[in-house]
Nanobody, 124 residues
């Protein structure tokens, strides 16, 4: 059974930084992708912001976070990280990590295993 557990959410001021962690387990595929998604307040759709592929550590970013967020993976710990710098109020939301066999996808429809989410709030 696939499990993903996010941690590291919290509050930050504009321009600040946070690092999220996603501990994953139970994947039976040889290779898969771990993605980060964000759901802004007000019930907006869950937006794919970054993913990393376990076969070659290739990474993908949405334009909204490119240059500010960095995704990485520690294979020994089965953990994916999302380093978030230069945070802005529009980065506020619940952040989810998820798993898929698709390569390089940022579409929530292609992910079928999800964590419970962690709240990130950016405000002054």
């Amino acid at each position: 059974q696939v499990q993903l557990v996010e941690s590291g959410g919290g509050s930050a001021q504009p321009g600040g930084s946070l690092t999220l962690s996603c501990a994953y387990s139970g994947f039976t595929w040889a290779y898969y992708s771990i993605g980060w998604f964000r759901q802004a307040p007000g019930g907006q759709e869950r937006e794919g912001i970054s993913s990393i592929n376990t076969s070659d550590d290739s990474t993908y970013y949405a334009d909204s976070v490119k240059g500010r967020f960095t995704i990485s993976r520690d294979n020994a710990k089965s953990t994916v990280y999302l380093q978030m710098n230069s945070l802005q109020p529009e980065d506020t939301g619940i952040y989810y990590c998820a798993g898929t066999v698709m390569y390089g996808s940022l579409s929530r429809y292609e992910y079928d295993s999800w964590g419970q989410g962690t709240q990130v709030t950016v405000s002054s």
